[in-house]
């Protein structure tokens, strides 16, 4: 056995009969939306190693849930561990990463939840082509930019993977001996040196309001 | 640039040291759950070309949705021109492509969702393989066999692919000169020969909520 059926292969008609046809269901995105209550997308925090975005994902996963709306963190440390965890070094492979962590999240938006992806990301082609895969589909997409100076977040360390990066232990490390390549229009960007972390949240979940993902929410229900 | 930052690499500590570690956030599977009202899982439905798996899949997210349950379809020639779109041929491919729809179907299941997964999926060690990343976190998996006989499957032949492998145009076909290895325990089997889809789809929601993905769902609403 040496090939897969041509049902599942790619469709490619230059190259072979298309044989990978869409199969588009009974139901629509709409369905799942009205089903939701809300419209959902991706909400894509990039940004340097220790710059904040696991806590602010963590954060506004807390906050949507507590105000009755649909989610789910797509952690690229978690993603790692998962569907990830064959990718492992070199150029190819951290751009991989970044693409299936873009479908997946483009597959929970078009599900109806707000997918909140985080993970470095550091190169804006890779992001840029994350943006033009939700756009062809129409679900909603907003990247923000999770800012902390490179000492800042170098003091955080909270991994202690600077530390290591800078005995030279760890090569291609974004921001010692690899770049970060800063979005030029995000749709948001959060300085984590200068604001709360609750502070951060509530801008972004302003934003995530204004771009319609969810309808506006209440103020945080008691505890 | 020939290293990805090693806090994205696999967490493999006999290689490396562990830098790729699980970020739990605030919020908990049962958080999502609550807020859904429902459990979710996986609903893996596997058969040959042609044996019902997408008319199926499609049926029952019409239904669970009407219902009110929030689900998500994961139908193999989908995934096929999006995430699974650099897979093409060869073994090792095949096996990938059930690998990833697994993991992704348990991300959709951990975020609280009924997910569908519709593809071929021929090989038991590799839905093996699937059940035991479900099993590992706890997440409900249900498997499926969409059981028509080849010569029924062929004699639809909805994409027209048996006329071409028996034509030697395709190779690897499975059924034809390929192996199908049906499930030895499924959950459920569905004879697509001998019932309607309709009849299908009933008996596999009951199942669903026999399993407990979803609470019991009341009739039909009127249209």
Known sequence: MTMVPEDERRDEPARTPPTVVWHAGESSRADRQRLLGQRGGTVWLTGLSGSGKSTIAARIEARLLAAGRACYRLDGDNLRLGI?????????????????????????????????????????????????????????????????????????????????????????????????????????????ARRSIDACADALLDTIVQHGLVPPMGPLPPE
Do not use: Q
Not at 126 to 143: K, M, Q, W
């Open 84 to 192: 990830n965890a064959d990718l492992a070094f070199g150029a190819a492979d951290r751009r991989e990463n970044v693409r299936r962590t873009g479908e997946i999240a483009a597959l929970l938006a078009d599900a109806g939840l707000v997918a909140i992806a985080c993970l470095i990301s550091p190169y804006r082609e890779d992001r840029a082509r994350v943006r033009t895969a939700h756009e062809r589909t129409g679900v909603a997409f907003l990247e923000v930019h999770v800012d902390a100076p490179l000492a800042v977040a170098e003091s955080r360390d909270p991994k202690g993977l600077y530390a290591r990066a800078r005995r030279g232990e760890i090569r291609g490390f974004t921001g010692i001996d690899d770049p970060f390549e800063p979005p030029e229009r995000p749709d948001l960007r959060l300085e984590t």
